[in-house]
């Protein structure tokens, strides 16, 4: 079974600080993707990754960065929280190509206070 | 990049009532076309996809759906609901001949099934 960790279910942060969501996969895929989930919206693409030390912006990456040192690992930084950015962020992955479906984590929901 | 519309934002319906749930996209090309469900409290999983061949896909736990190239439609259904089909259901599309392997995803739609 492909299994994609989150860090945090729940994560409680000040306006202004600096947020590190980290997202591990087992599967040796090459593709990992970083979306955020708002009622009404839908789930929106910040970044995603093709492979290690690569990544592209996706629909709306203001606010944010990624970082992506190892193939398992995919990282999701806010440089300075603010209150807009508070929801439930999802990470997926899945191998290369688009004929597959991506494989999702249980997600973690963020509140900037 | 793609845009998917959901048309219903919440539907409510009983036990054993038939679901349909509409999905429209914009893309004129090749599309690979999916359905994810989340289950309260749980992560998005896959519910059925489309890459080609026969339009009418079945999915798990009883689903279907149809592709309909002339209409860019690809509508979920199910002829008879259960109380542990509440969830939230999402449509997705990707692209790959235009070098597109992103998702993009429909608004959502919540499934209140009643007992």
């Known amino acids: 079974d492909v299994k994609v960790t989150q860090s945090s279910r729940y994560l409680v942060k000040r306006t202004g600080e600096k947020v590190f969501l980290e997202c591990v996969q087992d599967?040796?895929?090459?593709?990992m993707f970083w979306y955020r989930q708002d009622p009404g919206l839908g789930l929106r693409l910040i970044y995603f990754?093709?492979?290690?030390?690569?990544?592209e912006k996706g629909d709306i990456p203001e606010g944010y960065s990624v970082s992506r040192e190892k193939k398992e690992r995919f990282s999701l930084i806010l440089e300075s929280a603010s209150t807009n950015q508070t929801s439930m962020y999802l990470c997926?992955?899945?191998?290369?190509?688009?004929?597959?479906?991506?494989?999702f984590g249980p997600g973690t929901r963020l509140t900037v206070t | 990049a793609q845009s998917v519309s959901q048309h219903n934002h919440h539907v409510i319906l009983s036990e054993a009532a038939s679901l349909e749930l509409g999905c429209n996209y914009s893309?004129?090309?090749?599309?690979?076309l999916f359905w994810y469900v989340q289950y309260p409290g749980q992560h998005l999983q896959l519910l059925l996809k489309?890459?080609?061949?026969?339009?009418l896909v079945k999915g798990i736990k009883g689903f279907e759906a149809e592709f309909i190239k002339s209409k860019f439609s690809f509508n979920l259904r199910k002829p008879s609901v259960q109380w542990s089909d509440t969830a939230e259901y999402f449509c997705?599309?990707?692209?790959?001949?235009?070098?597109?392997?992103?998702?993009?995803f429909g608004a959502g739609t919540t499934v209140t099934v009643r007992a």
């Open positions: 990754s093709y492979d290690v030390k690569m990544k």
């Open positions: 489309y890459f080609s061949g026969d339009p």
């Open positions: 893309y004129g090309g090749t599309v690979n």
């Open positions: 997926a992955s899945n191998p290369t190509g688009g004929a597959y479906e991506q494989y």
């Open positions: 599967m040796d895929h090459e593709n």
């Open positions: 997705a599309v990707n692209a790959p001949l235009n070098g597109d392997y992103k998702l993009s």
